[in-house]
Every structure is written in C-alpha cells, then in structure tokens.
C-alpha cells in the first residue's frame, strides 16, 4: 500500500520557469491538501479540495494552482516560479474533510524539495 | 482564529530521560488534536490524535492529554531513544475546518 506519493522528489528551477507538481493517493480518499514546509514556520497550506471536483484557497495560495484531476490525483503548479518559493511541499489526503469530520488524520506524502534559484 | 503553540527547540536529551513537548491551543468549540512526528528526510507520520476533551493519545510509549480547561496537548514519553530523534509538531483540525493547522515544530535529539 503506497499511501501518498509525490512526484519528483526534488527539483532545481531557474526564476521564471513553470513546473507541476504531482500528487497521488491509493486510500480512496475525499480530501487532498497541499501544504509547504520552511524553516521555523511549520507546515501552511497552500490549496486544499475537499472532495472530488472542488478546490479552495488555504493560507498561501499566491503564486500557485492546482487541479484535482479525479479522485486519487491533486496537483501543484507553479506557473512562473520565484525564489520565495523554495521550500518543500507536501502533499495529504484525508477520508473526509469538513464539519462534523475534525478526528480524520492526514497521511503525507515524503514531499517535494524544490529550489528556485 | 484557529492557532497552535509549541514549545521551540532544540530539544536535546540523554537516551532514557524523560521528554515533555508543550503544545498550546486556541480554538472554537472542540477542535480534534494531534501530533505528528517528522524524520529526516521523510513526511509527516500521525503519531497520536485525541478528539475530545480528557482523552489521551498514546502510541510507540508517547502520551498526550487532551486538557481543555488548560487548552493543552503535551506530548509525553518516559525514556526516549536515539531513534525518537526527530521533529514533532502539534496540530489541530476545528470542527468546522477542513485542513491542519500545525505549531511550527519542535527539534528533538537524543544522545546515547
């Protein structure tokens, strides 16, 4: 059972240049979120869907899209990349996200560390 | 809004000594908390949850107490390892939220 996995494992960009993110999740899940990780700050989230064919904005969406292309896959795009956006992303899923469903954990992929110089 | 406090490190301990990881809290009504460990190199594993006040989450000798009057999670262990040497954070999830809101990570290393 692979759980999460993300793809690449890591990635060195130039400012400027556009890259996709893949994420994929075998639990059958509902919820996939994007979170990224930078020192000192903890994991933020960047974009998060709910469910299969919604997509809403976390606490940094700046800078990024995603898709939910069905319901194993969820994937971050960085259209024009900018050395703020260093950091390393991480990709979870959850069975259901929302009210009444606070006690479901996330299971996280091993992440993307990503370098844009 | 929702927000989580934990305690900053590094935390450096000998092997068997014994680990207390403050987490604070603020939150509506009766958020669900956990605490997730990360190792190097690697993501975030689901250590321990508690979903409602006075619950206690234990897993792998670590414990944590869902304190509502006190709005705390402190992560617990008797006798630390080598291998516990990792990063742990504290998060929460709010009734009505769909996404974990994390402490920002607390360092742990232990020496043998």
């Known amino acids: 059972n692979a759980g999460v996995t993300q793809t690449p494992k890591f990635q060195v960009l130039k400012t400027g240049q556009s890259m996709t993110l893949q994420c994929a999740q075998d639990m059958n899940h509902n919820s996939m979120y994007w979170y990224r990780q930078d020192p000192g700050m903890g994991l933020r989230l960047i974009y998060y869907?709910?469910?299969?064919?919604?997509?809403d904005k976390g606490e940094v969406p700046n800078g990024y899209n995603v898709s939910r292309l069905n319901k194993r896959e969820f994937s971050l795009r960085l259209e024009s990349a900018a050395p703020s956006q260093t950091s390393v992303y991480f990709c979870?899923?959850?069975?259901?996200?929302?009210?009444?469903?606070?006690?479901?954990?996330?299971?996280f992929g091993d992440g993307t560390r990503l370098s844009i110089l | 809004g929702n927000s989580v406090t934990q305690m900053e490190g590094p935390v450096t301990l000998s092997e068997e000594a014994f680990l207390t990881i403050n987490c604070t809290y603020t939150?509506?009504?009766?958020?669900?908390l956990f605490w997730y460990v990360q190792y190097p190199g690697e993501g975030l594993q689901l250590l321990l949850k508690a979903t409602k006040a006075d619950d206690k989450g234990s897993n792998k000798g670590f414990e944590a107490t869902y304190r509502k009057e006190t709005t705390s999670f402190h992560l617990e262990k008797g006798s630390v390892q080598v291998s516990d040497s990792a990063v742990y954070f504290c998060?929460?999830?709010?009734?009505?939220?769909?996404?974990?809101?994390f402490g920002k990570g607390t360092t742990l290393s232990v020496s043998s």
């Open positions: 869907s709910a469910s299969e064919g919604t997509t």
């Open positions: 939150a509506t009504g009766y958020p669900s």
């Open positions: 998060a929460l999830k709010g009734q009505a939220g769909t996404a974990l809101i």
């Open positions: 979870a899923s959850s069975e259901v996200g929302g009210t009444g469903y606070s006690n479901q954990p996330q299971h």
